[in-house]
């Protein structure tokens, strides 16, 4: 089994369009191609014209295939490029959902605007410190992690590391321990944070606070009243691969139903944020 998806960066609108399958059998691969050339046709019937060379297939998991797939053009059918990786929302996907590039090209973003501030400022002191970490380096390690969320321990410490050498920028906490600078400077781990948005994610689709449509199926409440959990209890579906272990809907399962009742009874987002943070406030400097 694998999924495939056609994309294209650009219409004659400027924007961008997503065509995908899950591919069981060869007759899955002529569906696609079919569905291809009906989304053809209404770009043509609609005058909002695809650029075959701007568009490409990106194969998700799955043994590699040789199938191409065609798009019209006015000198006739162009083969798609395959490629490996493509960015989508913010997001690069690869082929193996591994989201290695996504987590490289992040940690030298971050580091680039940790360059910035270590030649722009000759002084910093842990005020200033921490809003410009906050502000501008930190987003760049956190934005969209509920989706590439890494499990492997070498993707977590490289991330990790990136925070760690920002805290030794300030003279006075050089000598101190990764954890000790934490605590002195209130920052939780950058591990920490992601494991707090997964949870706050899960709070918000689990209120409904998303779109239900686009939310619906991604948890199942867990009916069986022996289980002594709070009301909100989820239930944890089986999986055989790793990668589906570590994915979003199923490592934050056992961490939403351990939370205490009073917790996960939050009205609002906010409340929800206060009551998580005074429940994990004892391990948020520590890199676990």
Known sequence: MLNA???SNGNSEGQETKLYRKMNTDEDQEILQKDLNNLQKWSDDWLLKFHPNKCKVLQVKGSPNNRTYRLANQTGDVVLEKITNEKDLGVTVDTNLDFRTHIQNSINKANSVLGIIRRAFTFLDEPMFKQLFKALVRPHLEYAASAWSPY????????????????KLLPGLKDLTYEERLAKLKLPTIKHRRFRGDLINVFKIVKKKFDEKVTSELFVFDKNERTRRHKFKLYKQRCCTELRRNSFTFRVV????????????????????????????DNIYNNY
């Open 254 to 281: 056992d961490s939403w139903d351990n939370l205490p009742e009073i917790v996960v009874n939050a009205e609002t987002t906010k409340d929800f944020e206060i009551l998580l943070d005074n429940h994990l406030k």
């Open 152 to 167: 492997k321990l070498m993707d977590i410490q490289t991330l990790e590391n990136v925070q760690r050498r920002a805290t």
């Open 5 to 7: 998806e056609i994309r």
